[in-house]
């Protein structure tokens, strides 16, 4: 498994939160009791099978539902 923290765009409401959280947790691979948006910080920390997955796919399914990943670091 690796870890996954993702610096996203300022969130401005909860319901941000539970949007991104559904779009990552939809994704093959991803460890769904392991996805956290932090919303004060602005930041995602998931784990994910790196054998069904990327950290792009990941990224991708955020910016997919209107939400800008600033930086990316894959542990």
Request: with cysteine; net charge positive.
């Amino acid at each position: 498994m690796k870890k996954l923290t993702l610096q996203l765009e300022e969130l401005v409401c909860p319901t941000c939160v539970q949007k991104i959280e559904a779009a990552v947790n939809k994704q093959t691979g991803v460890i769904k009791d392991k996805t956290t948006v932090k919303f004060n910080a602005s930041k995602l920390i998931t784990e994910f099978d790196a054998s069904m997955t990327t950290p792009e796919k990941i990224v991708d399914a955020i910016e997919n539902v209107g939400f800008e990943v600033k930086k990316v670091n894959v542990r």
